[in-house]
């Protein structure tokens, strides 16, 4: 019986086409509230970058917890903090020299802000992927608070420029103009973790949506697994189901095949 299930935002939940959640997969959810599923939002994004749409789809269905900076800092719908895990002090110092050198253009995440380091053409086509533009801001503000997450605006294979300097940082990518850079040991799976201790739930219980390749290792902790229609080859593989995509009704049709919702 599933009791639990975790949504990855873009892509999933929003499309990268209209940069909205479909209404169905707004009814989706509503079904399986209905059904007394719990809903969690699984994100690479941080609490203060969620999206339109998700925020008013929140106010009128409030998520039952948030797994922010890809699990790093997460909590439930009154805003209880049940994890809470920055980057280490040591290689937020390493990555952002590293973008002041201009070897690399990171987004800084933390809970109060999110900047990047320039706007440069591979920064300008991330952002227009998911309908966002963010400021650039002065790098040293990324130690003034935490730093649960950097944006890295490398390719695949370039990921050595940050992580040959890092010691306790790993990075997991759902883009190519881009990857997330998080504590090592770090991620979905430990969000998912720590979701399942507080709410007393088991794997087989649960049930992921994603079409990220971050959304790979969360596939792995949950009984059930969805990969979404624009998904690659690795995510497809992953998942124990593939739904059409989110602007096909993928939510929807997942939801119906695995019989989440009523008649």
Not at 6 to 32: C, K, Q, W, Y
Not at 166 to 195: F, L, M, Q, Y
Request: aromatic share 6%; charged share 25%.
């Amino acid at each position: 019986m599933i009791r639990a299930a975790f949504f990855d935002i873009d892509g999933t939940l929003v499309s990268f086409d209209t940069h909205e959640v479909p209404a169905s997969a707004a009814r989706a959810l509503e079904g399986l509230r209905e059904r007394g599923v719990l809903l969690f939002l699984a994100t690479g994004r941080s609490m203060a970058d969620l999206p339109r749409p998700i925020r008013e789809l929140d106010a009128r269905l409030p998520f039952d917890g948030v797994l922010a900076f890809n699990g790093q800092y997460c909590y439930d719908a009154s805003g209880e903090v049940f994890r809470d895990e920055p980057i280490d002090p040591d290689d937020v110092r390493r990555i952002t020299d590293l973008a002041a050198a201009g070897t690399i253009d990171v987004a800084v995440m933390q809970l109060s802000r999110m900047f990047v380091s320039r706007h440069t053409p591979r920064v300008v086509a991330a952002e227009a992927a998911v309908d966002n533009v963010t400021p650039v801001g002065d790098l040293a503000l990324a130690l003034e608070e935490p730093t649960y997450q950097f944006c890295v605006y490398v390719g695949p294979g370039e990921e050595r420029l940050f992580m040959d300097a890092c010691e306790h940082v790993e990075p997991t990518r759902w883009s190519p103009n881009s990857c997330d850079v998080i504590p090592a040991g770090g991620g979905k799976p430990a969000g998912v973790a720590a979701a399942l201790e507080r709410w007393g739930l088991l794997p087989e219980e649960c049930v992921a949506f994603g079409d990220g390749g971050n959304d790979v290792p969360m596939f792995r902790c949950v009984g059930t697994s969805v990969a979404m229609g624009g998904a690659d080859d690795e995510v497809r593989a992953a998942a124990t189901m593939v739904a059409p995509g989110v602007d096909d009704d993928g939510v929807l049709e997942a939801c119906r095949r695995l019989g989440l919702l009523g008649a």
